[in-house]
Antibody, heavy 117, light 107 residues
Framework: EVQLVESGGDLVQPGGSLKLSCAAS????????MSWVRQAPGKGLEWLAN????????YYVDSVKGRFTVSRDNAKNSLFLEMNSLRVEDTAVYYC??????????WGQGTLVTVSS | EIVMTQSPATLSVSPGERATLSCRAS??????LVWYQQKLGQAPRLLIY???TRASGIPVRFSGSGFGTEFTLTISSLQSEDSAVYYC?????????FGQGTKVEIK
């Protein structure tokens, strides 16, 4: 069974940093692109970034480019999102998702990041 | 960036009736269009990809159609468990973008 479990969400002050993790199991992690998607409270979904199987290719949405970095550790079946210069508007539930032919076939349950002073 | 626009924002349908949801892209996305279902308090779930291919385990009452810029998700006979927000997303051009969602309510 495919499982994605996010962790690392927390309350952080504006300008602060946070690193999210996503632990994958039930599939060959190193064979899939992976994505991060977020959802602000009461709002819709926003795709943020994804990373190729070997970690060498990454894409980002403009709103996080230069502030967020996606990475992975295939030996540990883990996906990461390092977030710097956090803003109030980054407050959201952050989901990791497995990309199946570019489609988010499986999602984690999400982890909440709150940016507030 | 391709803008995805969904309509209506909210749809109220009686059980057993048909629900039709629309999604429009600001430019052609070919057939790279996917629908997700998100129930209250849950993560999104893949419903349909490539415009019209149902994901594994998705009931046949869900169907998708369209091409280019105009797409439709149809729920042929609405069930109570279909109450959710439905999102379309294009994956033809970076960045991938979602519509704002259509909330389907059971009348």
């Amino acid at each position: 069974e495919v499982q994605l479990v996010e962790s690392g969400g927390d309350l952080v002050q504006p300008g602060g940093s946070l690193k999210l993790s996503c632990a994958a199991s039930g599939f060959t992690f190193s064979s899939y692109w992976m994505s991060w998607v977020r959802q602000a409270p009461g709002k819709g979904l926003e795709w943020l970034a994804n990373i190729k199987e070997d970690g060498r290719v990454k894409y980002y949405v403009d709103s996080v480019k230069g502030r967020f970095t996606v990475s992975r550790d295939n030996a540990k079946n883990s996906l990461f999102l390092e977030m710097n210069s956090l803003r109030v508007e980054d407050t959201a539930v952050y989901y990791c998702a497995r990309d199946d032919e570019s489609v988010h076939g499986y999602w984690g349950q999400g982890t909440l990041v709150t940016v507030s002073s | 960036e391709i803008v995805m626009t969904q309509s209506p924002a909210t749809l109220s349908v009686s059980p057993g009736e048909r629900a039709t949801l629309s999604c429009r892209a600001s430019q052609s996305v070919s057939s790279k269009l996917v629908w997700y279902q998100q129930k209250l308090g849950q993560a999104p779930r893949l419903l349909i990809y490539g415009v019209s291919t149902r994901a594994s385990g998705i009931p046949v009452r869900f169907s998708g159609s369209g091409f280019g810029t105009e797409f439709t998700l149809t729920i042929s006979s609405l069930q109570s468990e279909d109450s959710a927000v439905y999102y379309c997303q294009q994956y033809n051009n970076w960045p991938w973008t979602f519509g704002q969602g259509t909330k389907v309510e059971i009348k």
